[in-house]
């Protein structure tokens, strides 16, 4: 009798730590599945619309080649050279220049890929993420500043400064992105890495091809 008191007290005891630990390791399934389905968002967004974006927005920074060096990602990358490289691409002064960009065509392509954005953001898993909601918020205003405007050609310089800097926050947003999407690639698919590495939009070389 006196066992079966002292195991009944620590009945209440057990119930409760069982309880904890459930709880978080339904927890910590929960949050990989969500980062799961959130990664395959961003990842449809870049095969869609980012990628391209990117090698719009690269060709027309005149110190493009400079960030092509730095974002040649290789497999051998470890967790330290690709916190280096957030940290250098943070303090990197992004500057595309309107006058050698074809807004018009831009603007086209933005129009033309609206519909899917406005599908990602009907996602409620990107709540989650609130780095890549404020990419996708920089890329529909700026598809949203181009709309407004009925002619490119003859913009005063105040307008084009103005529509450069909506374009480097896009710009800037879609590298940082870009980055973490790849090291997640890198950590936990590494045959979908394997081809966002052969595909990069920063290597003027890149071919799915596997030589």
């Known amino acids: 009798m006196n066992y079966l008191f002292n195991s009944m007290g620590f009945l209440p005891i057990n119930v409760l730590l069982v309880t904890i630990v ?37 060709d027309n920074d005149p110190d493009a080649d400079d960030l092509r060096k730095e974002l040649l ?10 916190a280096d490289i957030s940290r250098v691409i943070e303090k990197r002064d992004y500057r595309v220049e309107t006058q050698n960009l074809d807004l018009e065509q831009l603007h086209e392509y933005l129009m033309a890929k609206r519909d899917f954005m406005l599908r990602l953001l009907e996602n409620p898993v990107l709540l989650e993420h609130q780095s ?3 990419l996708l918020s920089a890329v529909f205003h700026l598809n949203e500043e181009l709309w407004r405007r009925e002619d490119f050609t003859c913009l005063p ?3 084009c400064r103005h529509l450069e800097g909506d374009v480097n926050r896009v710009y800037k947003e879609l590298v940082r992105e870009w980055i973490h999407y790849m090291q997640y690639l890198k950590e936990n698919y590494p045959y979908m ?3 966002a590495m052969r595909t990069n939009p920063f290597d003027e070389n890149a071919s799915p091809v596997v030589k």
């Not at 339904?26 to 990628?51: A, P, Y």
């Not at 990602?73 to 690709?82: A, E, L, S, T, V």
């Open 193 to 195: 890495f394997s081809l």
């Open 73 to 82: 990602i290789r497999d051998d990358w470890d967790q330290g050279q690709f």
């Open 157 to 159: 310089q105040s307008d």
């Open 22 to 58: 459930l709880n978080s390791l339904l927890t910590i399934r929960s949050r990989r599945e969500k980062m799961q389905k959130l990664n395959m968002v961003i990842g449809t967004f870049f095969s869609e619309v980012g990628n391209h974006l990117l090698v719009v927005l690269s």
């Open 132 to 134: 890549f909601t404020e």
